[in-house]
């Protein structure tokens, strides 16, 4: 069946595993059911975007080239005082977290209506997923940029236009922030394979290869780039402060200052500032119990799928790669929750990419299995609504009726908080020149 056909308007078109009801879960139960666990998540974690993203935002090639410092320029090239403002990074973070969560509605809704059972509940688990809670915690990082482009790739029909696409964007994202070649570049290759796998074509395979190492190379130019002195970094974030209206986080210029070596190097420096068993205990070992399950049971379905319409090991390897790969970041940041909530989403998006563009067959499930997974997946749905993750700065998952929120709101009617909400102030390190 060609792509075409899986994006077109009616369900009849998409629906090839079964019926339009299956396990009495109709496409617009299961769809309305997802919204409201999606909508139940974002406000779980959701809070004013943080400084840390907002300083990001204002790196710039004032010193000399540096990573993550695209934005920062283009702002500097404006030099309009606005854009140093806490409540222009407040908007443009909403914006681009509604066009994330927007595409995620988009995928989702194109799942359920193939008329798979196992599509609907799967997005039914993700969307009540800790990993959404952490995307909503996240707003206004670098990485919601990077997904949004990763998430017009995966939806982009068009083989060529899509490698256009992620030449240009992708390669920006890199100069943005260069873990989304570990985070979301796999997924956007897999989505390529999807391709290759309906019509292989070896003009496809030859720009698929131009593509990676067009990529692999803006990673590497950026890491093997030196970085910036202390000195230098205290500069820049002396200079930028002068502009900004909110406080800029140091821990940001901190980075600059790292080479890929330097962060592995410093990884493991924070490991051992705490005991071996105390940073298990409080923060790998929970983070994981609580986000790997609905990252494994996705990935299981994907490779499933997979495996029932033929494609052997390189293609499911690839899907293994894809879905797992935010886990390296492991060896390269502290940020432990962070990864493992970003390998649920990766897991989804491959899951996405699996049911939706490979080629797709009649597929023979009993209804055995297909009970016993549904089981599986109202036990994860139970889980993910109970569970909670570690958030950064101190803030805390909420759930239903959401208190904090009530109160946050609460002030800001009466004029005791500002509009928009800024984050809670940053515990800081100093920065000496």
């Given at each position: 069946?060609?792509?075409?056909t899986?994006?077109?308007?009616?369900?009849?078109?998409?629906?090839?595993?079964?019926?339009?009801?299956?396990l009495g879960l109709?496409?617009?139960?299961?769809?309305?059911?997802?919204?409201?666990?999606?909508?139940?998540?974002?406000?779980?974690g959701?809070?004013?975007?943080?400084y840390?993203?907002?300083?990001?935002?204002?790196?710039?090639?004032?010193?000399?080239?540096?990573?993550?410092?695209?934005?920062?320029?283009?702002?500097?090239?404006?030099?309009?005082?606005?854009?140093?403002?806490?409540?222009?990074?407040?908007?443009?973070?909403?914006?681009?977290?509604?066009?994330?969560?927007?595409?995620?509605?988009?995928?989702?809704?194109?799942?359920?209506?193939?008329?798979?059972?196992?599509?609907?509940?799967?997005?039914?688990v993700?969307?009540?997923?800790?990993?959404?809670?952490?995307?909503?915690?996240?707003?206004?990082?670098?990485?919601?940029?990077?997904?949004?482009?990763?998430?017009?790739?995966v939806?982009?029909?068009?083989f060529?236009?899509?490698?256009?696409?992620?030449?240009?964007?992708?390669?920006?994202?890199?100069?943005?922030?260069?873990?989304?070649?570990?985070?979301?570049?796999?997924?956007?290759?897999?989505?390529?394979?999807?391709?290759?796998?309906?019509?292989?074509?070896?003009?496809?395979?030859?720009?698929?290869?131009?593509?990676?190492v067009?990529?692999?190379?803006?990673?590497?130019f950026?890491?093997?780039?030196?970085?910036?002195?202390?000195?230098?970094?205290?500069?820049?974030?002396?200079?930028?402060?002068?502009?900004?209206?909110?406080?800029?986080?140091?821990?940001?210029?901190?980075?600059?200052?790292?080479?890929?070596?330097?962060?592995?190097?410093?990884?493991?420096?924070?490991t051992?500032?705490?005991?071996?068993?105390?940073?298990?205990?409080?923060?790998?070992?929970?983070?994981?119990?609580?986000?790997?399950?609905?990252a494994?049971?996705?990935?299981?379905?994907?490779?499933?799928?997979?495996?029932a319409?033929?494609?052997?090991?390189?293609?499911?390897?690839?899907?293994?790669?894809a879905?797992?790969?935010?886990?390296?970041?492991?060896f390269?940041?502290?940020?432990?929750?962070?990864?493992?909530?970003?390998?649920?989403?990766?897991?989804?998006?491959?899951?996405?990419?699996?049911?939706?563009?490979?080629?797709?067959?009649?597929?023979?499930?009993s209804?055995?299995?297909?009970?016993?997974?549904?089981r599986?997946?109202?036990?994860?749905?139970?889980?993910?609504?109970?569970?909670?993750?570690?958030?950064?700065?101190?803030?805390?998952?909420?759930?239903?009726?959401?208190?904090?929120?009530?109160?946050?709101?609460?002030?800001?009617?009466?004029?005791?908080?500002?509009?928009?909400?800024?984050?809670?102030?940053?515990?800081?390190?100093?920065?000496?020149?």
């Open positions: 069946m060609e792509q075409s899986l994006m077109r308007g009616s369900s009849g078109d998409l629906g090839v595993h079964g019926p339009e009801t299956d109709s496409y617009r139960l299961s769809f309305i059911v997802a919204l409201a666990l999606l909508l139940n998540s974002v406000l779980r959701i809070r004013a975007p943080a840390w993203g907002a300083t990001h935002l204002l790196f710039n090639y004032h010193f000399g080239f540096v990573k993550r410092a695209l934005l920062g320029s283009l702002i500097a090239s404006v030099d309009a005082p606005y854009l140093y403002h806490y409540n222009f990074y407040f908007w443009v973070s909403l914006a681009i977290f509604a066009g994330d969560v927007w595409l995620i509605i988009v995928l989702s809704r194109l799942l359920c209506r193939i008329g798979d059972v196992d599509a609907r509940v799967s997005v039914l993700y969307c009540s997923s800790i990993g959404i809670v952490f995307l909503a915690h996240t707003i206004g990082w670098p990485d919601q940029i990077v997904l949004l482009i990763t998430l017009v790739a939806l982009c029909r068009n060529y236009v899509r490698a256009l696409l992620v030449t240009g964007l992708f390669g920006c994202c890199i100069l943005i922030h260069e873990g989304a070649f570990l985070t979301f570049f796999p997924v956007v290759c897999f989505r390529f394979i999807a391709d290759l796998a309906d019509r292989p074509d070896g003009r496809k395979v030859i720009v698929l290869c131009a593509l990676v067009v990529i692999t190379a803006t990673v590497l950026v890491g093997l780039r030196p970085p910036l002195t202390v000195a230098t970094a205290a500069a820049m974030q002396h200079m930028l402060q002068l502009k900004a209206d909110f406080p800029l986080n140091t821990n940001g210029f901190l980075v600059l200052t790292r080479t890929f070596g330097g962060n592995l190097e410093h990884t493991v420096a924070c051992r500032q705490s005991s071996r068993i105390a940073w298990l205990l409080l923060w790998f070992l929970p983070a994981m119990i609580v986000t790997l399950p609905t494994t049971y996705l990935l299981r379905r994907s490779l499933i799928d997979l495996a319409r033929g494609y052997g090991l390189a293609v499911r390897s690839a899907a293994i790669g879905a797992l790969s935010p886990l390296s970041l492991h390269l940041g502290c940020d432990n929750n962070r990864w493992f909530a970003l390998a649920t989403l990766t897991s989804f998006l491959v899951f996405g990419i699996s049911h939706l563009f490979f080629p797709r067959t009649l597929v023979a499930t209804r055995r299995s297909r009970k016993g997974g549904f599986w997946s109202i036990a994860l749905i139970a889980l993910n609504i109970g569970s909670a993750i570690a958030l950064f700065a101190g803030y805390e998952v909420q759930d239903f009726p959401y208190e904090g929120h009530v109160e946050d709101v609460a002030a800001m009617l009466e004029g005791q908080a500002p509009f928009p909400p800024r984050p809670e102030p940053i515990r800081d390190v100093v920065l000496h020149n």
